[in-house]
């Protein structure tokens, strides 16, 4: 460490002797970030979003997003002479007669692939470690806000092309549009600047992909970043690591050249995939005609739950005053979506309400210590995945020799029966492992060496565990449902909010209800005490 | 025997061949067999054009061992198989050639397989099947060949056509209670121009006034080359568009990201 603090000095000094801020730079490089592979998801998200940047620049020197008619007369023979856009004739152009142009594209659809992929696992490390918690809930709706405007941000990208697959995408988006009640033919008018597919899309929708949503994106990640540096880093725990300290590596030059070398590493594996693996190959899909459509056209994967909500949707209408609402877009495209990432944006605060808890949390929780939270995570993952299989049901099929209709069907029924056979199972088996956890503080590790007694009796030979595991084993809190509280106050008067109270005891209960207490010191001491057994 | 003179055969008198007489006499036989053909109603077009009748006899038998228990034993058709009078010999070469007839399996769809027949059988069957009514004939060589077809129009027929089943690259697609449109990179131009003319199963039929021939070559010259076309961007991933590639993106992408995060983690230790 000595010779860490030494570089950090150095650097600070040679700063310090041209700008004067020594001070802010000591600090800067001193500062400690904690060490886990899991904190490094967020990263890989940031650094893909930088590659997306630096690629897409490179394209926006090429790319027209205009769709006014060309005939094509480009390098590639099978759609020579043919009549399309300019989107899609400069996209042509840029994979096949522009040097590096198709590597250029393939790193920046991979990378928009990463990206989000790298969003949804982190999110899923911060749910599942608690990390959302006071002081971080700022961070858990930037996120949420960062998610949401990354689906909206691939869906534009993917349409600029104006290809077969991309238009029939917009086609359906433009269906969505019409299922709104009242306002969907103004909105749909109004962004697709007249009939679909009209002339003005491509170019508004560009506008919106290389300018205001990576400005929003910019903004955000900035402040999602700073957070993380003020709030500081949370930490899993160990002996030695409180709520109020943080233990790690300083941030110059150790984290510094990790976090450098890392967005090198990122970097090579999207540009590895990119130069083995063809993505998005407009040039087989053709230039997008209103009344040409391909067998299976998805969206990329992170719209999949979309389709598949969509797909499985039975076909209910409601038809009232002269109006015809298509529940069978309305709820699978904006009713399911809606439900889903308002409950995520609210989630910290649903738990908080429920434990009642305003207390600081920077040590992380391990996820089968908090089981209900554990369970209702694994439960709204496997309902995106199925819907996220719901979306290839077409693929399922021809591989499987099974009916489309007999696995949407299938999938119209897991969709209701899995998610809470997941959540009782996810939340069994963190109930198990607790149990497990408290069994060996007490009485040691199994060896499973079997032991004869004088007497004959067999026993295993149980290990004694380590100090440093029996803290860890024994430092969370186990919750307990909150007690209802009487009906009336010390005086008499009936309390006001009394429903709301009422709710939350029960919803505090369903949390808390089943628990496994970890070992508290005193009976650790006495099994220490009394000897083994 | 009497030697015959026939001047207008372009024989010398010196270089006469004692088989001239039966050259002729075939020549002569082909020319009314080819008048005929031409002039004379059509149930026998396709029995007269170079199939003979031993032929024809020759597919009988054949149908009335494997076909007739579902076909019928005058191709009439019964509960286990459509009637075959007026389908044609595309039809049977098409069936019989892909190894879809004899039909076996009791899926929701008769599927390909090994053919059964060798190439003579399948032209004694097609010429059976032929003789009873007239239907779409067997495509000849200058009605495949398309070695000048423009590739980029048959893909924009293609496209309007076939791929809301065939997918957009030929990768097939699934239909409706388990049936599909199957992949056609390994499919013959023939086979290809007969499933068009006859429309098997599920698929519609493209005659010639819908579809005329030249589209159909443009097609099978798109088709064919998008097959054997190499991928520019690497490897192909089935062309069955993004499914495939968010697979690869999450195990190759970001599943190799994670395991540098995790070997990184590690060495911080
Ligand atoms: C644009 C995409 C995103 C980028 C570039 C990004 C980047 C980062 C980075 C670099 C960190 C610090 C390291 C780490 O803990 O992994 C971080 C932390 C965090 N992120 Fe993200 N993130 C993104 C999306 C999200 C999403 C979708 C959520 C949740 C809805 C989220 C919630 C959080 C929270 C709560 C923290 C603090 C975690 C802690 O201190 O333990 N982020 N983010």
Redesign the interface.
Known sequence: MAMLEKAAAQVGGTIDDRFGAAGWIKKTARKVFP????F??G??ALYSFIILLLTGTFLTLWFQPSQSEVV?HGAY??????KMSQAYESTLRI??DVRGG?IMR?IHH?AA??FV??MV?HLCRIFFTGAFRKPRETNWIIGTILLTLALIEGLAGYSLPDD??SGTGLRITEGVLLSLPLVGTYLSYFLFGGQFPGDDLIARLYTAHVLLIPGIFLALITVHVMLVWYQKHTQYPLPGRTEKNAVG?PFFPVYTA?AG??FF??FG??AL?????????I????PY?P???????????YM?FLEGSLRMMPPWEIRAWGYTVPMNVLVPALIVPGFMFTALGLYPFIERWVTGDDREHHILDRPRNVPTRTGLGVLAISFWLILLAG?????F??TF??????ITRAFQVLIIVIPPISYVVTKRICLGLQRRDREKVLHGRETGIIQRLPDGEMIEVHEPISDTEKWMLTQHLSRRPLELEPDTDDNGIPRRRLLLSKARARVSRFYFEDRVEPPTPAEVREIETSGHH | MRRLTVPWTGLTRRRRHRFAPLVVLAAALGVTGGLYTALAPSPHAEAASGVSTASIDQGRGLFLRNCSSCHGLNAEGSSDGPTLIGVGAAAVDFQVGTGRMPAANV??QIVKKRPSFDAQQTAALAAYVASLAPGPAIPDKSQLDYTNS????G??IY??NC???????GS???????K??PALRGTSPRHMYEAMITGPQSMPVFSDSTMPAKDKREIIA?LR??AK?P???????G?????S??????L???G???A???W???K?R
């Open positions: 060490d886990h592979w899991s490094m998801l990263e890989i094509y023979t099978p759609l020579q002479g043919l994979s096949f198709l393939q991979w692939l990463i992929s790298a696992v077969l697959l590596y990790k070398g890392f590493i990122t594996v999207t995939l990119s130069s083995v693996a063809t993505i998005n190959p040039w087989l899909f053709g005609k009344g040409e459509v391909s067998d299976g056209t998805q969206p990329d994967w999949g979306g290839a049901n077409d693929l099929a021809i020799h099974l009916s489309i209709n007999s | 899926g929701p423009d590739i980029a129009k893909g924009e496209r309007t791929a809301m089943c065939h997918n957009f690259a097939g697609g699934a239909l409706t209670l388990g599909f449109a798109f080359n998008s076309e991928g520019p961007g690497g490897l192909s991933l062309k069955i568009g993004p499914v590639e968010g697979g690869v993106g999450w190759f992408g970001l190799a990201l994670i540098c995060a995790v990184l983690g590690a911080a």
